[in-house]
């Protein structure tokens, strides 16, 4: 496989094409031809205009003399690139002022510009007097004439350094009739450079578009048949087409019928090289046809249109037609990714014709694939069209992988969701999270070697396709229905949703999803990635929707209908209670949020009747609650088997640090107690659901047992010996089996933690801050291995920590009401009087749902009345496993500022923060306590509690008032609330 630096060094050597650039032109000519040609600064204006459209970053400025004294003495003051002499307005004094500047600055281009036929007249009678002119050009009235003039002097300055650097294409033209070139050069590079452009506008992102116009083809303009031989000579390598007047006469030369002599001198070593030849006289055609050459009569209307439609299918602008030697059609492609897609399915004898006419370097080199067009012209295959077919497989497969981590492509026609690369749809933003998913392709790419450092692992991106914001729009306005939704809080969730089910999908959206239907049949995440959403001051992590779907319903129409209502459910998320309660809680107008949508291949493989990934997982490069001998700065990684809803919804999992996975942070019996249980899959069976149901309506949920461990999850399973109190390892150990990822992280079966390691301390240092990933890993029923990197985010850790450590508190019992050895947060600037609490006594696991709606119902209140709280309770906070502890969105206690998490006897649960919401409390600055009932030092004064004044009592939650605002210390480690 080519090394991916072959690709990266491109953009180097793109940096050190065209050094020579005009900076200053001085134009000479009388104050009225000055006045005329400016029009109070028209003209100057006009050529920045034409640098700007056609998207070229050095702008010429044009300075003025009206006679020989003010032109030296502008070139005295002046850094001074090219000298133009406007004939008409100079002619009395031209010879002698062209003498007088070759004198003192001979190697200064002057240019002649011609305006009348007289000009012509004085030209062909002083050819002598004028030998030291370089060019000679005819003004219209069109200043593309000096776009012109100012392109092809740099190009032809810097060809021979160029072509050293890189196989830069070169289009020689040979005219002699000044006015008829100076309206063709005017057009034609008007014309290369917008096809250029349009190329590179389908390949590369728009941070390097200024590069790769750098790549363009070279127009180099000659006059005679000696200069045209010696040019295509020296670069017979890199011309890809050329264009020629039939007879030449120029400065008191004439050579008739050199146009026709060229031709046959270039047909006799390149048989296939474009040859377009030009001429007044039509009756040239015959002549120029039976040398195998393309002809253009010049007084023909349309001359533009010829011209274009010449470059695109002779010199490669254009699609790329594959043909067979007999010239039938077999195929066509616009880009790399439709080029793939055709040369795989072509007959060789196609592939093999072409790449021996050299039409796919030209067209390669025509959009700008310098690197690529060199490789594959090294390559010089000469044997089957089998091998020429796995080169040219290598080559752009090695290429377009290279790109996919760089760019985000657009999406056309001939994009496919099979090959993988992440593509846009639409215009405007692609969300928080399309801004993760292209940074992590450009890490890779340029700061990186881990791919190639474990080269048992497939490491990516899941191929994904991101509706922009601007869909987003697109679908609101053209539904009135969505007019006033954004100021509609009288709607119930439910209410929004149904009205953004029953709204149109925009045809052009609809064009889209059903491409991708078309091209896909795996299970596909649709995945919310609002502008805001994964900032580090604004997260929004978990309060809009994600849906999985099968995508494996026999009809076509039945998936196209469940990715829109995955699609519509998404940007309803936009508007749902809890979005809007936490935009309210950030300050945030809803106008400043708008919804781009992921849509992805789920990372994963088939297992027996399920679709998973063997492995999900967060991972941390901070640890809010190290072990011992570890740092916070260790990191740390939360496991699930299955899909990741298990790590984010905070069920049970499995938590290591990569910097030493072979150390069990917990028991052995701790971690029997608290492993995995269930985990959660797509069955492609499940061919029929209703998403508004919610977002598991298309998800199972499985028992892990021990049928499965010794299955499929076999290599997550460890055998439990429990009159020992140890795991057993190896396959044909008998017993019963628990997850405890033991063959991954003690015996590195796979280097799952090493990478994950890499990509921790890579993701610090590329962020500057500290982060958080989200990625799977799976064996396939085949034993490949893969790593899916599937999103990173900044993470908030406050450096506002206590100055001293808060050990000493622990035997001060007296003075607290609540001591925990694993917290998390800082500083909390508001003042806290309120406690919001469950009680052990009232507390119940079966009813953990209806204690959440209690609670939703006090934090109501305390938002009515501007109030913040301590939260107080049994078991996991957040956790989507009822029996965890209570199920709460982050809307129903959004008015917490610290939260207390109680680990009753009965609980086999670990600290955990590898989720969502927990992700939304460290932005807010929301501290967070875990109080073990194993850990002696943490305590909680119940008695103290109950003594104070109560607000309110429910059938579940108590709410009491302390007399004096609460003092809430933090160290980093250990937190206590005192009395």
Request: proline share 4%; with cysteine; aromatic share 12%.
């Amino acid at each position: 496989m080519i090394n991916s630096n072959y690709w990266s060094l491109e953009l180097e050597r793109l940096e050190e094409l065209m050094p020579y650039r005009v900076d200053r032109i001085l134009l000479i000519a009388s104050l009225y031809d000055s006045f005329v040609f400016e029009v109070d600064g028209f003209l100057a204006e006009q050529v920045a205009d034409d640098f700007y459209l056609l998207n070229l970053s050095s702008q010429p400025g044009i300075v003025h003399a009206s006679g020989t004294q003010s032109a030296l003495r502008m070139l005295e003051l002046e850094q001074i690139d090219i000298v133009v002499i406007h004939l008409a307005s100079m002619r009395s004094i031209a010879l002698e002022l062209i003498s007088t500047i070759k004198d003192l600055y001979p190697d200064l281009p002057v240019f002649l510009l011609l305006g009348a036929p007289l000009d012509l007249m004085f030209v062909e009678n002083h050819v002598p007097e004028l030998q030291r002119v370089d060019e000679f050009f005819y003004w219209n009235g069109d200043s593309k004439l000096f776009l012109a003039m100012i392109k092809q002097w740099e190009e032809r300055k810097n060809l021979q350094h160029d072509c050293a650097v890189m196989q830069v294409p070169v289009i020689i033209v040979i005219e002699t009739f000044i006015p008829y070139y100076s309206q063709f050069l005017s057009l034609f590079f008007e014309l290369v450079l917008q096809l250029n452009q349009s190329a590179i506008r389908l390949e590369h992102q728009d941070v390097n578009k200024a590069l790769y116009m750098k790549a363009r083809p070279r127009v180099i303009l000659l006059h005679d048949y000696n200069s045209a031989i010696e040019y295509y000579e020296e670069y017979q390598a890199n011309v890809i087409g050329v264009i020629s007047s039939i007879n030449y006469h120029y400065r008191g030369d004439t050579d008739r019928d050199a146009g026709i002599r060229l031709l046959q001198y270039i047909r006799k070593r390149r048989p296939t090289l474009p040859f377009l030849l030009q001429s007044f006289n039509p009756l040239y055609r015959d002549i120029v046809t039976a040398s195998e050459g393309d002809f253009l009569y010049k007084d023909l209307p349309g001359l533009k249109h010829q011209i274009k439609r010449w470059l695109e299918t002779e010199l490669g602008f254009g699609k790329f037609v594959f043909r067979k030697a007999d010239h039938s059609k077999c195929g066509e492609a616009a880009t790399l990714i439709g080029f793939v897609h055709q040369f795989l399915s072509v007959p060789e004898e196609s592939l093999a014709y072409h790449y021996s006419h050299g039409h796919i370097r030209s067209w390669l080199m025509t959009h700008a694939e310098l690197a690529l067009a060199e490789y594959i012209h090294s390559v010089g295959i000469k044997s089957s069209g089998l091998e020429l077919k796995d080169k040219l497989a290598e080559a752009f497969s090695s290429l377009i992988w290279f790109r996919r981590r760089e760019k985000i492509q657009e999406w056309n026609n001939e994009s496919d969701l099979n090959i993988n690369l992440i593509y846009k749809v639409g215009e405007d933003s692609i969300g928080g999270k399309g801004r993760g998913l292209a940074f992590l392709n450009v890490v890779l790419n340029r700061y990186s070697k881990i791919s190639e450092k474990y080269p048992a692992l497939n490491i990516s991106v899941p191929v994904a396709a991101i509706l922009a914001t601007g869909e987003f729009d697109r679908f609101v306005t053209s539904n009135s229905a969505l007019s006033e939704i954004s100021s509609r809080t009288d709607l119930t969730d439910t209410e929004i949703d149904k009205l953004f089910l029953d709204c149109e999908m925009p045809r052009q959206t609809l064009m889209v999803l059903n491409q991708i239907i078309e091209q896909t049949d795996y299970p596909l995440a649709v995945r919310s990635s609002s502008v805001l959403e994964d900032s580090i001051s604004n997260p929004f992590a978990g309060v809009f929707r994600t849906f999985l779907i099968p995508n494996s319903h026999p009809r076509k129409e039945i998936r196209l209908q469940q990715l829109i209502q995955a699609v519509k459910l998404v940007y309803s998320s936009m508007y749902l209670r809890g979005a809007r309660e936490y935009r309210e809680s950030l300050r945030i107008p809803s106008r400043e949020e708008k919804m781009a949508v992921i849509i992805q291949k789920v990372a994963g493989s088939y297992h027996g009747d399920y679709y998973y990934p063997l492995v999900s997982g967060v991972a941390q490069s901070y640890n809010y609650y190290p072990g011992t001998n570890m740092k916070h700065e260790d990191g740390v990684v939360t496991l699930s088997a299955g899909l990741g809803k298990t790590a984010v919804e905070r069920e049970r999992t499995f938590a290591f640090c990569p910097k030493f996975p072979a150390v069990d942070m917990f028991k052995a019996v701790d971690i029997v107690q608290s492993a995995q249980r269930h985990l959660y899959t797509i069955l492609p069976e499940k061919r029929e659901f209703d998403l508004s149901a919610g977002e598991n309506s298309s998800l199972e949920r499985i028992r892990i047992s021990q049928k499965l461990l010794e299955g499929d999850l076999q290599l997550l399973a460890s055998v439990w010996d429990y009159e020992n109190k140890e795991f057993l390892a190896g396959t044909y150990t008998q017993g019963a089996r628990v997850v405890t990822y033991r063959s991954l992280l003690h015996y590195n079966q796979y280097p799952l933690a090493p990478v994950l390691a890499d990509f921790l301390n890579l993701g610090r240092k590329v962020m500057g801050c500290e982060v958080e990933m989200e990625f799977a890993f799976d064996v396939d029923s085949r034993g490949r291995a893969c790593f899916h990197l599937l999103q990173i985010r900044p993470i908030t850790v406050s450096q506002k920590l206590y100055s001293g450590s808060l050990e000493s508190y622990a035997s001060k019992r007296n003075e607290l009401i609540a001591f925990s050895s694993y917290a998390l947060g800082s500083e909390i600037a508001e003042e806290l009087c309120t406690f919001v609490y469950i009680h052990p006594d009232k507390f119940s696991i079966v009813k953990t749902e209806e204690i959440a709606v209690e609670l939703d119902e006090i934090n109501g209140r305390m938002k009515s009345a501007g109030l913040h709280y301590v939260l107080i309770g049994p078991g996991r906070w957040g956790s989507s496993d009822r029996f965890l502890g209570i199920p709460v969105a982050w809307n129903q206690i959004s008015r917490a500022k610290l939260i207390v998490e109680i680990v009753l006897p009965n609980m086999s649960i670990e600290a955990s923060h590898g989720s969502h919401f927990f992700h939304n409390l460290f932005s807010m600055n929301v501290g967070y306590l875990t109080l073990w009932d194993k850990v002696q030092q943490d305590y909680l004064d119940w008695d103290y509690l109950d003594s104070l004044e109560t607000s309110f009592s429910g059938s579940y939650v108590t709410v009491k008032k302390s007399p004096s605002p609460l003092k809430i210390l933090f160290d980093g480690k250990n937190a206590v609330i005192l009395k």
